[in-house]
């Protein structure tokens, strides 16, 4: 079974704090991707990666940066974070196969950060 | 640009009914993915079901069905005899195809489903 892990369930961080949220996936996944989910919005695309070092902005990726040194281990960082990035963060993965053909995604059971 | 719409927000049923969670899409390419997600109230999201632009074909999975019509746009998602387990948040979900920049999702809204006992 694909196993997507992430370092916390909940976090208490206080305005101004430098943030890291990691992510693990066992499956040597391709690609990896950052989600933020907020009552009313659904899941929006913070930063996505489809390679070591590789690093594309999704739709919302103000505020946010990434890093990606190892295949199975994909970060999100809040350089300084703000009430509003008071959020659950979702963490996902997916594996690239040759040609169009795609797959799921795997989710890994998010962390709800509150800033303070 | 690629777009979902789940126009329910909130839909509450009684257990043993059935509910069909709509589910409209908005893309210019002729080869895409599909998709179906459930998030109960623990958080994490349950991969359902993925379909293909090619494949037409409606599927039935226990007490899931799903109806993909191209001609619509649509991808809608029923649960006959609902049951308490079935409350959740349910996502659907289109992707592009190929690799790379192409990976990602683009998820509706979300529908919160309510099942009674």
């Known amino acids: 079974d694909v196993k997507v892990t992430q370092s916390s369930r909940y976090l208490v961080k206080r305005t101004g704090e430098k943030v890291f949220l990691e992510c693990v996936q066992d499956?040597?996944?391709?690609?990896m991707f950052w989600y933020r989910q907020d009552p009313g919005l659904g899941l929006r695309l913070i930063y996505f990666s489809y390679d070591v070092k590789m690093k594309e902005k999704g739709d919302i990726p103000e505020g946010y940066s990434v890093s990606r040194e190892k295949k199975e281990r994909f970060s999100l960082i809040l350089e300084s974070a703000s009430t509003n990035q008071t959020s659950m963060y979702l963490c996902?993965?997916?594996?690239?196969?040759?040609?169009?053909?795609?797959?799921?995604?795997?989710f890994g059971p998010g962390t709800r950060l509150t800033v303070t | 640009a690629q777009k979902v719409t789940q126009a329910q927000t909130e839909i509450s049923v009684v257990e043993k009914e059935d509910v069909t969670l709509d589910c409209v899409y908005e893309t210019r390419d002729t080869t895409y993915y599909l998709f179906w997600y459930k998030q109960p109230p623990s958080g994490e999201l349950v991969f359902l079901i993925r379909r293909n632009s090619f494949d037409e074909q409606n599927e039935i999975s226990g007490r899931y069905s799903w109806n993909f019509q191209k001609s619509t746009s649509s991808f809608n998602f029923t649960i006959t005899a609902s049951q308490v387990v079935d409350s959740a948040v349910y996502f659907c979900?289109?992707?592009?195809?190929?690799?790379?920049?192409?990976?990602?999702?683009?998820f509706g809204k979300g529908i919160t489903l309510s099942v009674r006992p």
């Open positions: 979900a289109l992707s592009r195809a190929g690799v790379g920049a192409n990976s990602k999702l683009t």
């Open positions: 996902a993965s997916s594996q690239t196969l040759p040609g169009t053909e795609r797959y799921e995604q795997y």
């Open positions: 499956m040597d996944h391709e690609n």
